[in-house]
């Protein structure tokens, strides 16, 4: 059936303070019968939240006055909350005329809308009445079908039924956007139409045409939504639609990700609203992650937006900090070839991470006096127990200064580490090398001393190995 994304919201607590926009003016007078709290709320969506705008007080004559000589409201959808049950309901602000207003409705029955002063929201609340009405029409016929006693026969006439009322409902939306194209309600209408992919019946198997229709939601999935359309940045649905097709509909993988939202982010108006909100949103989703191997997300996001000038919001002193942090990550990204490093064994004897020869090389740096290393090292003895034999060695850097290289030792004989190498750097030039700002601290390399992966836990190691093994066979297979 129909769906009413728009009509959702979140708790009025989550309601953050903005300020409206400098310049013009607005108006909007608000009469609600069975109410007199002292107060009604304004607020509107931005992202993944809700944010307060304005705050209206109850007159002599009843009435709530939103207002302002010197500032007027962005476009989008607002809501106006009732106090304490936040009770809401919505209007438009889909033009510069939707800044003076009036809407008269009734506590409880905030759907039963009189609205004046604007088209837009007349419109709306014409639609909205129509969405009420059938679904109170649809209300019986879908508690009809959730009789499991129904009769096969009966059934299909309840699903008949349905179908016809879900016709009208398509129907009344292509009226509404064909007579009033340019209309706010006719961009919440094609915004919220579903992608619905192709059957791809000639497809070989299961799989191959649900991979057809994957490929083929990527490529249409924003044929309903202008993303270029401001209005739509405040609205409940424009970031969950925008979310969805970056993290839901792309493999999880930072090259992936990073073209979505240059495609996304492509589409914007390059000096607007919704490209600054993203943009921000997406460098710190990526800056944020958990996810090995996604800072090579932000510092694609970096260099591709903040470099070149087109974070026309960023200041000098936040592009510092991002680019000093992008050029630390960039020589530790996965695939780039890991940093040699000069060592000290033992015995005093000079040695270097590249003079060592093996199919895998983890590299792993520790202090004795850590507590995660404690537990994170005879993980790691299992692992090699399990991996020796198969060419992989551990590259073991105690992170202590000069002073404290006993220590250092004392623990190796303690954990009785058997051949890994063991080394350490009275000069502590790993620390800027490797960006290391915590122990332990894992890096997985390959025999060209590439880094396959990095900042993973004892535990994960043999994980990770073997998944790399397996595709290294698949690969090879497929040759």
């Known amino acids: 059936m129909f769906r009413l994304f728009f009509l959702l919201v979140c708790l009025y607590s989550g309601l953050l303070a903005a300020q409206p926009q400098e310049g013009g003016s607005y108006r909007i007078a608000v009469e609600i019968d069975d109410y007199d709290a002292d107060i009604l709320t304004l607020g509107y969506y931005l992202l993944d939240n809700q944010y307060i705008i304005d705050t209206a007080y109850r007159d002599d004559a009843g009435q709530y006055v939103f207002a302002s000589d010197t500032a007027s409201l962005p476009r989008g959808i607002y809501i106006c909350v009732l106090s304490p049950n936040n009770e809401y309901f919505q209007l438009l602000i889909g033009d510069d005329e939707d800044q003076e207003m009036s809407f008269k409705t009734r506590a409880g029955e905030l759907n039963k809308m009189e609205t004046s002063g604007s088209a837009e929201?007349?419109?709306?609340?014409?639609?909205l009445g129509f969405l009420d009405e059938k679904?109170?029409?649809?209300?019986?016929?879908?508690?009809?079908?959730?009789?499991?006693?129904?009769?096969?026969?009966?059934?299909?006439?309840?699903?008949?039924?349905?179908?016809?009322?879900?016709?009208?409902?398509?129907?009344?939306?292509?009226?509404?956007?064909?007579?009033?194209?340019?209309?706010?309600?006719?961009?919440?209408?094609?915004?919220?139409?579903?992608a619905l992919p192709p059957d791809f019946a000639d497809a070989a198997d299961e799989e191959a045409r649900r991979e057809l229709q994957?490929?083929?939601?990527?490529?249409?999935?924003?044929?309903?939504?202008?993303?270029?359309?401001?209005?739509?940045?405040?609205?409940?649905?424009?970031?969950?639609?925008?979310?969805?097709?970056?993290?839901?509909?792309?493999?999880?993988?930072?090259?992936?990700?990073?073209?979505?939202?240059?495609?996304?982010?492509?589409?914007?108006d390059p000096q607007g609203e919704a490209f600054k909100f993203f943009t921000v949103h997406f460098t710190n989703e990526a800056a944020s992650s958990n996810i090995v191997g996604m800072d090579a997300l932000y510092v694609h996001l970096v260099d591709?937006?903040?470099?070149?000038?087109?974070?026309?919001?960023?200041?000098?002193?936040?592009?510092?900090?991002?680019?000093?942090?992008?050029?630390?990550?960039?020589?530790?990204l996965i695939g780039k070839t890991a940093p040699d490093?000069?060592?000290?064994?033992?015995?005093?004897?000079?040695?270097?991470?590249?003079?060592?020869?093996a199919d895998y090389t983890v590299l792993y740096f520790w202090r004795y006096d850590c507590p995660a290393c404690k537990k994170s090292t005879p993980l790691m003895k299992e692992f090699y127990d399990k991996w020796k034999d198969r060419d992989v060695k551990i590259f073991s850097v105690c992170t202590k200064g000069e002073d404290e290289l006993g220590k250092c030792w004392d623990y190796v004989d303690e954990q009785e580490t058997g051949d890994w190498v063991q080394v350490v750097d009275p000069y502590q030039r790993y620390y800027q090398a490797?960006?290391?700002?915590?122990?332990?601290?894992?890096?997985?390399?390959?025999?060209?001393?590439?880094?396959?992966?990095?900042?993973?836990?004892?535990?994960?190691?043999?994980?990770?190995?073997?998944?790399?093994?397996?595709?290294?066979?698949?690969?090879a297979a497929g040759k």
């Not at 200041?315 to 680019?323: F, G, I, R, W, Y």
């Not at 064994?345 to 000079?350: A, Q």
């Open 121 to 127: 929201n007349a419109l709306f609340y014409d639609y």
């Open 135 to 194: 679904q109170q029409q649809s209300t019986p016929l879908r508690e009809q079908l959730s009789d499991t006693t129904l009769a096969p026969a009966a059934a299909a006439e309840v699903r008949a039924q349905m179908e016809a009322l879900d016709r009208e409902v398509k129907a009344y939306q292509q009226n509404l956007i064909d007579t009033h194209p340019e209309s706010f309600a006719a961009a919440i209408i094609k915004a919220n139409r579903p």
């Open 214 to 268: 994957w490929r083929w939601l990527q490529t249409h999935y924003f044929d309903g939504l202008d993303l270029n359309d401001e209005r739509l940045l405040r609205t409940p649905f424009f970031f969950e639609r925008v979310n969805y097709y970056v993290n839901t509909l792309q493999i999880r993988h930072p090259d992936t990700l990073a073209q979505a939202i240059d495609r996304v982010l492509g589409q914007f």
């Open 304 to 332: 591709t937006y903040y470099r070149t000038g087109k974070a026309y919001w960023s200041d000098e002193e936040q592009l510092a900090k991002m680019t000093e942090t992008t050029d630390r990550l960039r020589p530790l």
């Open 341 to 357: 490093l000069q060592m000290m064994t033992r015995e005093g004897e000079p040695t270097s991470l590249y003079d060592v020869d």
């Open 434 to 475: 490797y960006d290391i700002k915590s122990t332990p601290s894992i890096f997985l390399l390959d025999r060209d001393k590439n880094i396959l992966s990095k900042r993973i836990g004892a535990e994960q190691l043999d994980e990770v190995l073997t998944n790399l093994e397996k595709a290294k066979a698949t690969a």
